[in-house]
């Protein structure tokens, strides 16, 4: 797996180092409100994890699930719910966790969603990364953990595939694992 690695853009220390701060920020913007985290699986797992433990508050958590990729690296321009109904957050203040905001298409499908569908008291969005790039569906993100270029990124969370979620750290791929045929494990 490593070998697939062309570059890594953040180490694992790097990334729980800025948590830390995105933590003390969340923690002191939600000091006695009522606080709902949605983590949108897969992708946010890790960062999920590791953020929550350092916010030091009561809070609750909910995950959704969406497909907006098919695999690859292209979006489907669609976002499927997974699940038919959403968490209950009437009147809670949500928090809404991903691991990287693109093109903003998935997000924006999902903070709609729950404004439209479930009555929060408000919403906010917290992504690890933010790639830097004009956005096709405008959305601005309240937490970010780090702004990258425009280009994909595997590890800590984020997939080729399915695969380089377990990544401890961020990084690149070599441009010949794109072409390369899935392996079957
Ligand atoms: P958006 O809807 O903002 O275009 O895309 C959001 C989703 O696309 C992310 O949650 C993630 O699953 C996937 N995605 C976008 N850019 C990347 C990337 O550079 N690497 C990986 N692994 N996934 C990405
Ligand atoms: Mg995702």
């Known amino acids: 797996m490593l070998n697939d690695i062309e570059r890594t853009l953040f180490h694992e220390q790097t990334i729980l180092r800025r948590l830390d701060e995105l933590a003390t920020q969340i923690t002191a913007d939600y000091l006695g409100r009522d606080l709902t985290v949605i983590a949108v699986l897969n992708g946010s ?75 929060p008291a408000s919403i906010r969005i917290c992504v690890l990364l933010r790639k830097e790039k004009p956005r096709a569906h405008e959305l ?26 377990n990544l401890p750290f961020i990084g690149v791929l070599k441009p010949e694992v794109f072409s390369a045929p899935s392996p079957s494990t």
């Open 45 to 119: 797992l890790f960062f999920m994890a590791d953020l929550l433990r350092r916010i030091q508050l009561p809070l609750r958590l909910d995950s959704i699930s969406v497909s907006s990729y098919h695999g690859g690296r292209q979006s489907a321009g669609v976002v499927t719910f997974e699940q038919a109904s959403l968490p209950d957050v009437t009147a809670r203040h949500v928090l809404i966790i991903d691991d990287i905001l693109d093109t903003g298409l998935t997000l924006r499908a999902i903070r709609d969603r729950l404004l439209n569908e479930a009555n």
């Open 140 to 165: 601005e993100a309240d937490y970010v953990g780090f702004d990258i270029g425009n280009e994909f990124v595997v590890g800590y969370g984020l997939d080729f595939d399915e695969r380089y979620r």
